[in-house]
């Protein structure tokens, strides 16, 4: 059974940072691509991060770049998303997935997802 579940998520003052975590079993985790999605309250799911196989090369969402960093541990099992100089803008639930077919910011093109967690942002 395939698993992913995130923690790290909780609530923050603008300008502080947090770092959530993606705990995977169930899949070979190095043979999958990993990414982070976001979905803010109202609004439709989107592409925060992604990080390919090795961990050797990343991608971010326009509205995360610079402030967010994704990284992996393949022996672990585990990928992380560090979040800093956050705003109330990304408070939303974050999700990790995991996919096989290479860098999408498509949910679509994702297998596997976790069930969230909360990052509050406040003003």
């Known amino acids: 059974q395939v698993q992913l579940v995130e923690s790290g998520g909780g609530s923050v003052e603008a300008g502080g940072a947090l770092r959530l975590s993606c705990a995977a079993s169930?899949?070979?985790?190095?043979?999958?691509?990993m990414s982070w999605f976001r979905q803010p309250p109202g609004k439709e799911r989107e592409f925060a991060a992604f990080?390919?196989?090795?961990?050797?090369?990343?991608y971010y969402g326009d509205s995360v770049k610079g402030r967010f960093t994704i990284s992996r541990d393949n022996a672990k099992n585990m990928v992380y998303l560090q979040m800093t100089n956050l705003n109330p803008d990304d408070t939303a639930v974050y999700y990790c997935?995991?996919?096989?077919?290479?860098?999408?910011?498509?949910?679509?093109?994702?297998?596997?997802w976790g069930t969230g967690t909360q990052v509050t942002v406040s003003s």
């Open positions: 169930g899949i070979t985790f190095g043979n999958h691509y």
């Open positions: 997935a995991a996919s096989e077919s290479g860098f999408s910011y498509h949910t679509g093109d994702y297998k596997y």
């Open positions: 990080i390919n196989r090795s961990g050797g090369s990343s």
